[in-house]
T-cell receptor
Framework: QQQVKQSPQSLIVQKGGISIINCAYENTAFDYFPWYQQFPGKGPALLIAIRPDVSEKKEGRFTISFNKSAKQFSLHIMDSQPGDSATYFCAASGAGSYQLTFGKGTKLSVIP | NAGVTQTPKFQVLKTGQSMTLQCAQDMNHEYMSWYRQDPGMGLRLIHYSVGAGITDQGEVPNGYNVSRSTTEDFPLRLLSAAPSQTSVYFC?????????????FGEGSWLTVV
């Protein structure tokens, strides 16, 4: 049973546009929601994370929006750049387990 | 800063062979884990360890073995390689075993089983 559903699988955005990636979770006891960024040939790296006590967190061009009642959270990349082209994973942990459960990933391509 | 170091980077195995993927971290992290990444499947946890001498199974442990004799090292052993184990393997570590900790990944080991 997949506990974190991520969409879309792939996304093509023009330079300067907004990239939006969505995730939905099932377990209401999750209490930590990170996003990881992975460039080709590299391991994932933490990009930004949020706790459910806030509805939004912004770091530079990257924003997480969190909707606790809908059990959804999303990553917004403003002014997308070709250097943002990577695979993005959402994840969740908590519920008595400290293991991260990952979504299946979204491959973002930002075209000039 | 070395961080999490994995070796080898690439490996080709024949079905039935065994091998060990090495992982070392120099950050004195308590928690270490192994994931496999397959197209369209995301990252799936194989085994993890919360400290030296302590290991436990993750989501997809079958066909793999681990041990944690030191804080620094967490090798992953493939006992009898199968084509289904063709994947990219990532070792990861975290300061402690608690929700909210950043997990640091190595750069991956590409394994092909023929």
């Amino acid at each position: 049973q997949q506990q974190v559903k991520q969409s879309p699988q792939s996304l093509i955005v023009q330079k300067g546009g907004i990239s939006i990636i969505n995730c939905a979770y099932e377990n209401t006891a999750f209490d930590y929601f990170p996003w990881y960024q992975q460039f080709p040939g590299k391991g994932p790296a933490l990009l930004i994370a949020i706790r459910p006590d806030v509805s939004e967190k912004k770091e530079g061009r990257f924003t997480i929006s969190f909707n606790k009642s809908a059990k959804q959270f999303s990553l917004h990349i403003m002014d997308s750049q070709p250097g943002d082209s990577a695979t993005y994973f959402c994840a969740a942990s908590g519920a008595g387990s400290y293991q991260l459960t990952f979504g299946k990933g979204t491959k973002l391509s930002v075209i000039p | 800063n070395a961080g999490v170091t994995q070796t080898p980077k690439f490996q080709v195995l024949k079905t039935g062979q065994s091998m060990t993927l090495q992982c070392a971290q120099d950050m004195n992290h308590e928690y270490m884990s192994w994931y496999r990444q397959d197209p369209g499947m995301g990252l799936r946890l194989i085994h993890y360890s919360v400290g030296a001498g302590i290991t436990d199974q993750g989501e997809v442990p079958n066909g793999y073995n681990v041990s944690r004799s030191t804080t620094e090292d967490f090798p992953l052993r493939l006992l009898s390689a199968a084509p289904s184990q063709t994947s990219v393997y990532f070792c990861a570590s975290s300061p402690t075993y608690s929700s909210g900790n950043t997990i640091y990944f190595g750069e991956g080991s590409w394994l092909t089983v023929v």
